[in-house]
C-alpha cells in the first residue's frame, strides 16, 4: 500500500519569504503521478501542481514549484513571494497511474500560515 | 469555470438514521469519486465510480455504504445507519480524462454531523 509523509504538522513564515513544504513517499510502482493540494479555511480543495513521475522536469505553476527526487521517492512545494492568501493547509497527494479508477492518497497535511 | 456542487452544506442526523450526500459532478466528466476527512485527519479516499458501477473501493467503504448514479447529473452518497464516528466532511470529485492525467476536481464538501 502507498503512503504519503508530511512531517511538517504547521510552518509560519513571513509574507514575501519563500517557504519549502516537505512530502515523502512509499511505494514500489514505476509510474504515478503526485500533487499538491490547498485547503483554505472554506475547506474546497485546490489543486496546486502535479507532477507525472516519468518526468524529470520540476513542475512549476507561477509563484509555485516542486523538487522532484524520484530515487528518495521526495515531493516537495516551494513557495515564493508567499502571500497572505497561501495560508491553508496544503495536502501532498499520491496516485498510481493507471485507470481513472485511483484515488488519491493524501498525507496528513501542513498548515501553513503567512504572516503579515 | 464549471465547478462540482455538493448539498447540504452541513448535515446533522441521529445515530443510526440514513443520510444521502449529493453531488453534482463537472457535466462532461466521466470517473466520480467520493473522499472523508475527520476533523484534524487526513482526506481519505472511500470510492470512485465509473460507467455506472463502482471501479474501486477503500475499507472504509463498508456496507453501510452505498453510491449511485440516479440520474445524468446527480451522484449521490447513502450511509445506511449512520454512527457517531461517521462525522467528517464528506467531498465528492470528478475528473474527466484516465488516470490521474485527469485532475480530479472537488466540491466544497457536506460537513455531516452525528447526534
Known amino acids: 500500500a502507498q503512503t504519503v509523509t508530511q512531517s511538517q504538522p504547521e510552518m509560519s513564515v513571513q509574507e514575501a519569504e519563500t517557504v519549502t513544504l516537505s512530502c515523502t513517499y512509499d511505494?514500489?510502482?514505476?509510474?504515478?503521478?503526485l500533487f499538491w493540494y490547498k485547503q483554505p479555511p472554506s475547506r474546497q480543495m485546490i489543486l496546486v501542481i502535479r507532477?507525472?513521475?516519468?518526468?524529470?522536469q520540476n513542475a512549476t505553476e507561477n509563484r509555485f514549484s516542486v523538487n522532484f527526487q524520484k530515487a528518495a521517492k521526495s515531493f516537495s512545494l516551494k513557495i515564493s513571494d508567499s502571500q497572505l492568501g497561501d495560508t491553508a493547509m496544503y495536502f501532498c497527494?499520491?496516485?498510481?497511474?493507471?485507470?481513472?479508477?485511483?484515488?488519491?492518497?493524501f498525507g496528513k497535511g501542513t498548515h501553513l500560515i503567512i504572516q503579515p | 469555470e464549471p465547478e462540482v456542487t455538493q448539498t447540504p452544506s452541513h448535515q446533522v442526523t441521529q445515530m443510526g438514521q440514513e443520510v444521502i450526500l449529493r453531488c453534482v459532478p463537472i457535466?462532461?466528466?466521466?470517473?466520480f469519486y467520493w473522499y472523508r476527512q475527520i476533523l484534524g485527519q487526513k482526506v481519505e479516499f472511500l470510492v470512485s465510480f465509473y460507467n455506472n458501477e463502482i471501479s474501486e473501493k477503500s475499507e472504509i467503504f463498508d456496507d453501510q455504504f452505498s453510491v449511485e448514479r440516479p440520474d445524468g447529473s446527480n451522484f449521490t452518497l447513502k450511509i445506511r445507519s449512520t454512527k457517531l464516528e461517521d462525522s467528517a466532511m464528506y467531498f465528492c470529485?470528478?475528473?474527466?480524462?484516465?488516470?490521474?492525467?485527469?485532475?480530479?476536481?472537488f466540491g466544497p464538501g457536506t460537513r455531516l454531523t452525528v447526534t
Open positions: 497527494a499520491f496516485t498510481e497511474e493507471g485507470g481513472g479508477a485511483d484515488g488519491l492518497t
Open positions: 470529485a470528478s475528473t474527466l480524462g484516465q488516470g490521474a492525467l485527469g485532475e480530479q476536481y
Open positions: 457535466s462532461n466528466h466521466l470517473y
Open positions: 511505494t514500489s510502482e514505476s509510474n504515478y503521478y
Open positions: 507532477q507525472e513521475a516519468y518526468k524529470q
